[in-house]
Structure formats: C-alpha cells, structure tokens
C-alpha cells in the first residue's frame, strides 16, 4: 500500500483561477493534470506539496481544433486516448497520434493528457522508486542526495525524458501555448528543453501549458513514431523515435526529420536527416512491395540506412533507465530505419510485441 | 477532511474523507466496496480498475476529489446494472468469467472484467487485437491470460445470439471464426 502525502486539493475552473492560486501557494502547489505520473511520484515523497491544483474541471482546457490558418491546436487537458483516435490528428499528424497510442496501457491514456505527457517529469530507474528504496542507497543528484548512479562521478543529473508525445511534436515543428502570472507566451518546443534532469523545461512557477499547437504541414507529410520498451503496454519508453518525412509533388524528399527521446534529459534530433534525405526519390510501389532487406539497394533504402547509422553515432543510451544501455545502442539504428520505414509507407507505429 | 458528493454505482453518497485520498481509499475504506482491489498502487497492474462514465480508469491514481459528479461503476455495480436493464443473473462478462474459468486467484479480476465491459459497451464485436489492447493495461500472474480471452470472446458470441459451437470456446475463439483457433487447441493438448 502507497499512501499519499498529506495535501489539500483545488479544483479551479479557470485558467486564471488556476494561475491565481498557483502563484499564490508558491512552490508548496503542484499541478495535477491526469495523475498518471504526479500521484505515484507523490506516492513516492518526490515531492510533498501542501496543495494540489487539479486541472481537470477548466473545460476551456480540453479539445482539438482546426484554426483557420491551419493550425491545428491540442488543449493541454485533451487525453491521450483522446489525441491518439482524432481523426483530425491521424490525418495530420501520424507521428502524434502513434506516439499518443503507445503511451502506457488504455487506462492511463484515458486519464493521462497529451500537456502532463509533454511536461512529463524526467525519470530514471534510481528515483522512480519509494523513499525507502532510495534512502538505502543515499539518494541521488535529482532529490535529495549528492551522488549520481548513472555517470560515476557525474554532477549533472541524466534522468530521462520520457515523453513520447514530446518527439513526435519536435518533428512537428510544434509551439507550446503557455499562460502565467505575467501574460501569455509562446515557444518552440525546440527551444523548451533544458539538458539537466531536475528539471528539463522552461517553464516558471504558476505557468501553465494552454495548448500545443501544430503549424500547417505540407500536402505530402508522413510520419511515424517508435518505441523501445519493455512490454508491450503500460511500460515507458527505454527509446522513442519519432520520423518525419515531406514527399513533394516530384516524388522527392522535400524535408527529413528524426527527434530521439529516452537518451537523457531532453529529447534529441539527429543531425544531417533533411541533408542526408532531400531530393532522394521515393518509389511508391517498390515501398508497398519490396522487402525492408531488398529496400537498401535503392537510393532511399540507402539513405535510411546511412540515417540509422548516423543516430547510431550520435545517441548514446545511459543506464538511468531500465534496460541494458548497449542494447538500447544496438536498438537506435533498428528503430530508427524501421521508424522512417513506417512513416514513408505511411504505416506504423513501430514497436515490438 | 471535506464531504465529497460521489456517484457510485448509481448511488449518490455523501462520504467524508481527506483530500489527499484516492478514489480507490474512498472506495475500500470508506464505502466498504473491497471489490476494486489495491494491488501495486501505482498504476502498473490495473487491479484497481474502475469505470468513470464508462471508460475505464485507476483509482489507485484518481483523486476521489476530483471525480465528484461523474459516474463511477465498480465491479460491485456490474450485476446491479445488469439486472435493472432487463437482464437475469450476473452480467455475461461476470458469467462467462465464472464458466471460463478465467481466475485464479482472483485478484485481478474485477478490473479485467471492467476493462471487457467498457470495451464491449464500446465496440460489441470487437477483433482479438482489440480484445487483447482493451485489456493490455490488466496484469494476471495466475492464468496466461488464455482463458481470460476465451471468456470475453464466449461473452462477445452469446451477446451477438451466436451459439458457439460444443465447447468451442475452449479452443480459443467461436464457432465462425474456430479455424484461426486450431493451433492454439494443439498447443494447449500437447
């Protein structure tokens, strides 16, 4: 049995109301979306907040829609599930909707929500555990201690990220809506990371995440997402590889864009995948019926594979989650040449069984 | 300690209870209902599964303050429900478990035979890959998960007026799907 900390509990019905008594409690509030990832952590005493502010009564916060430019805008408090059987985000998005249908098992995307997904707070296997577990070992850089169990020696904390959505949406180019005591913001998902695993986002006291909002995406886009992890449910990812893909009307590669997540503190793009790709020819029947083997005498099967080994050279999986870190290493060209693979036939999500 | 104003099973109740508590402690500790089971507490096992309008979710991970006014069913309200709409006895899904065999220990059951109920409200024929995600998010560490699928698949048959054919349904599927199931009786015989 896992008992919560004691907290009192706001239900606020507007986003204002929200921000207001956010930025009132200070840093003794923490923000509760769906729960799936904040009450076992809390369960855990990784943080003893004095009041909880739920987000789930402000209805302006949940939905899809299309704007009129073409945006498409995702309410931060829309769930998984919800994001993952949008007809408007399968067709416009794959690689969002695959990346939010391989997020934990159905009860967890029926509570988990697509902003408590990209906000998710990193994890690795030294902390997500009870505090008894963590106090036999002297605790760790990311709470309460001074050592790391990853990096001998390291003083800078690796926990990874580990939010499948988060990839997807880099490949996107997409934007986060976010709103606080000082106004409202936009900014790049881009330019959101921090590379430190305390706490791995731009993102101030009393902010709150309104919307991610998708640009226009051109008529050609395909797109696929990855996952690496131990079963084939529930789990969180032990890598995430998130494809994209832009054929232009001369049957060429316009734009290539591959985001990995699961390496460490924030999610990475793989350098040189547009450069590697653009202009290479896409052959629609040799994609619909060749084999992935027979693929790689072709000019685009070659570049896959120069791409795959590219990620292979760039990412380096860490031991701070679960599963051996060389096998993960083995797994970023496999992953990453099936994941671009899927989201050229339009097909995916990659996964193993 | 607040008064929380729930909807159980077609109930409304008052409770009190403190606001750091879970759906799940209100449930077992305040209103008796021990049939949503405290397994890992922490959302890997879906022991705790309840619905809340209909679909399936944790209460091991829901706050019970934040569900006040929507409706939740436990596996306490599943005959109850059955028998107001009409029907005789335990709901199908509760009585296909029985005649499946589809426990061992139990322990896993009320939230597996939710996760079935929500699915097949939602779809009442559903594929076996749809069978096997909608309950992908219930651990069993008794019975291969074998009979639990022939449970839900003897209830989806019967629901849709088909008859399964003699004991087909230990073969893993029903009567007009019953040659896909052939390898999986050969490999229970061996």
């Not at chain 1, 380096?316 to 870190?325: E, F």
Request: net charge neutral.
């Amino acid at each position: 049995m896992l008992r919560l900390p004691k907290f009192e509990v706001a239900t606020p019905k507007s986003v204002g109301e929200a921000i207001a008594l956010l930025a009132e409690a200070g840093p003794s509030a923490v923000v509760l979306a769906g729960g799936t990832d904040l009450l076992p952590n809390l369960k855990h005493e990784l943080a003893t907040p004095e009041l909880v502010v739920s987000l789930g009564a402000i209805r302006e916060l949940a939905g899809i829609r299309l704007a009129d430019d073409g945006t498409l805008a995702i309410g931060a408090m829309t769930t998984l599930e919800t994001v993952a059987s949008s007809e408007l985000v399968r067709a416009r998005a794959p690689a969002l909707a695959q990346a939010a249908s391989l997020v934990a098992g159905p009860q967890l995307r029926t509570m988990g929500t697509l902003g408590g997904n990209v906000l998710l707070d990193t994890r690795c296997q030294w902390i997500n555990q009870s505090y008894f577990w963590r106090s036999a070992l002297g605790f760790c850089l990311k709470k309460d201690g001074t050592k790391c169990h990853v990096v001998e020696g390291g003083k800078k904390c690796v926990a990874a990220a580990s939010n499948d959505t988060a990839p997807a949406l880099m490949t996107l180019g997409a934007s986060l809506a976010l709103e606080g005591p000082s106004g409202k913001r936009s900014v790049a998902l881009d330019d959101f990371w921090v590379a430190d695993g305390i706490y791995n986002k731009k993102l101030a006291h009393a902010e709150l995440l309104v919307e991610v909002r998708i640009p226009p995406l051109p008529q050609g886009h395909r797109g696929a997402y990855g996952k690496l992890r131990e079963r084939a449910s529930i789990d969180f990812p032990l890598l995430g590889i998130a494809a994209r893909l832009d054929v232009g009307t001369d049957q060429r590669v316009a734009h290539a864009d591959v985001v990995v997540t699961a390496l460490a503190a924030q999610p990475r793009r793989v350098k040189l995948v547009a450069e590697t790709l653009r202009g290479v020819p896409i052959d629609e029947h040799e994609l619909a019926h060749a084999e992935n083997a027979t693929l790689e005498t072709s000019a685009f099967g070659r570049a896959v594979r120069s791409i795959a080994e590219l990620a292979e050279k760039q990412c380096h999986p860490l031991p701070n989650v679960p599963g051996d870190a060389d096998w993960r290493q083995a797994m970023v060209p496999v992953f990453v040449r099936r994941t671009l693979l899927a989201a050229a036939r339009r097909a995916g999500p990659v996964h193993a069984d | 300690m607040g008064v929380l104003h729930l909807k159980i099973n077609g109930d409304d109740l008052e409770v009190a209870a403190p606001g750091h508590w879970t759906l799940l402690e209100v449930l077992r500790y305040r209103l008796g209902l021990t049939g949503s089971k405290q397994g890992c507490d922490k959302g890997d096992c879906g022991a705790c599964t309840v619905l809340l309008d209909g679909k399936p979710v944790l209460a091991c991970l829901t706050l019970a303050a934040t569900v006040q006014g929507r409706h939740v069913t436990t596996i306490e309200g599943l005959l109850p429900a059955h028998v107001a709409a009409g029907g005789k006895g335990a709901d199908p899904v509760q009585d296909a478990f029985d005649r499946c065999g589809a426990l061992q220990c139990g322990f896993c059951q009320s939230g597996m035979m939710l996760s079935a109920r929500a699915l097949l409200n939602r779809n009442p024929q559903p594929s076996d890959a749809e069978i096997k995600d909608a309950l992908s998010g219930n651990l069993c560490r008794c019975t291969g998960y074998t009979q639990i699928l022939q449970a839900v698949e003897l209830a989806i048959c019967e629901a849709a007026g088909r008859t399964p054919t003699p004991r087909s349904w230990e073969r893993a599927s029903c009567a007009d799907s019953g040659a896909a199931s052939a390898s999986d009786s050969g490999e229970r015989s061996a």
